[in-house]
C-alpha cells in the first residue's frame, strides 16, 4: 500500500531545481506533500484532490494525474530552506478512507 | 490555541511493560491518526480514528490499542512493549468531511526506547 517515492536523495545548488515523485498502485483520492526537518514534526506543504483542486503552499507546485496515481512536487528556485526530508501521503480507501504515506526524500540544498 | 500536543517527549520502557502516549488537539478536528517513524521506513500509519468513538487500523496495527472517548484525546496503548516497537510516534489531526481529512497537523512526537 505505501506509495513509492523517488528520488531517495537529491544535492542541490541554491538556486537550482528539483522534482520529487510519487507513485501508487492503489487508487487515489487526493495526494498530499509535506516536509520534515531533522528532529521536527512533518509540516504540511500542499493538497491536490480528485478533480483538480489543490490548496497549499504558495511557493511550491505539485501535480496529479489520477488515471497513472501519480504526483509530483516541483521545487523551482531552491533555497537553503528547503533541505529537509519530504513525504507524500497518498488518501486510499480501505475501510474507511486513510493516509498512506511514501518512505520519503531527502533533499539537501547547499550554498 | 495550543495545536496538536503529545506527551510525553522521551520515554524508557523495560521489555514486555506497557504505557499509554498521549495525545490531544483542541482544534475541534474530526480525524485524529498515530504514525511511528523508523529510520529509512518513512511515516506508518498505526490507528487512525474519523470521530469519537469510531477507530480503525492502520498498516502496522499489532501491538498497540488505541480508543477515541472525546474529540480532543486520542490515546495509543502499548500492550507489552518489545524492542521492536522502538520509534519516534506521531499524532497528527485534520479537518475532515464525510470521512475524508486534509491538512494534517502533527504533534511534535514521542521518542520511546524499549529495552
Known amino acids: 500500500q505505501q506509495p513509492v517515492q523517488s528520488p531517495q536523495a537529491v544535492i542541490l545548488r541554491e538556486g537550482e531545481d528539483a522534482v520529487i515523485n510519487c507513485s501508487s498502485s492503489?487508487?487515489?483520492?487526493?495526494v498530499h506533500w509535506y516536509r520534515q526537518k531533522h528532529g521536527e514534526a512533518p509540516v504540511f506543504l500542499m493538497i491536490?484532490?480528485?478533480?483538480?483542486e489543490q490548496k497549499g503552499h504558495e511557493k511550491i507546485s505539485a501535480s496529479f494525474n489520477e488515471k497513472k496515481q501519480q504526483s509530483s512536487l516541483y521545487l523551482t528556485a531552491s533555497q537553503l530552506s528547503y533541505s529537509g526530508t519530504y513525504f507524500c501521503?497518498?488518501?486510499?480507501?480501505?475501510?474507511?478512507?486513510?493516509?498512506?504515506f511514501g518512505s520519503g526524500t531527502r533533499l539537501l540544498v547547499r550554498p | 490555541n495550543a495545536g496538536v500536543t503529545q506527551t510525553p517527549k522521551f520515554q524508557v520502557l523495560k521489555t514486555g511493560q506497557s504505557m499509554t502516549l498521549q495525545c490531544a488537539q483542541d482544534?475541534?478536528?474530526?480525524?485524529m491518526s498515530w504514525y511511528r517513524q523508523d529510520p529509512g521506513m518513512g511515516l506508518r500509519l498505526i490507528h487512525y480514528s474519523v470521530g469519537a468513538g469510531i477507530t480503525d487500523q492502520g498498516e502496522v496495527p499489532n501491538g498497540y490499542n488505541v480508543s477515541r472517548s472525546t474529540t480532543e484525546d486520542f490515546p495509543l496503548r502499548l500492550l507489552s512493549a518489545a524492542p521492536s516497537q522502538t520509534s519516534v510516534y506521531f499524532c497528527a489531526s485534520s479537518y475532515g468531511l464525510a470521512g475524508r481529512q486534509y491538512e494534517q497537523y502533527f504533534g511534535p512526537g514521542t521518542r520511546l526506547t524499549v529495552t
Open positions: 482544534m475541534n478536528h474530526e480525524y
Open positions: 491536490l484532490l480528485k478533480g483538480g
Open positions: 501521503g497518498t488518501e486510499i480507501r480501505d475501510s474507511s478512507y486513510k493516509l498512506i
Open positions: 492503489k487508487a487515489l483520492y487526493s
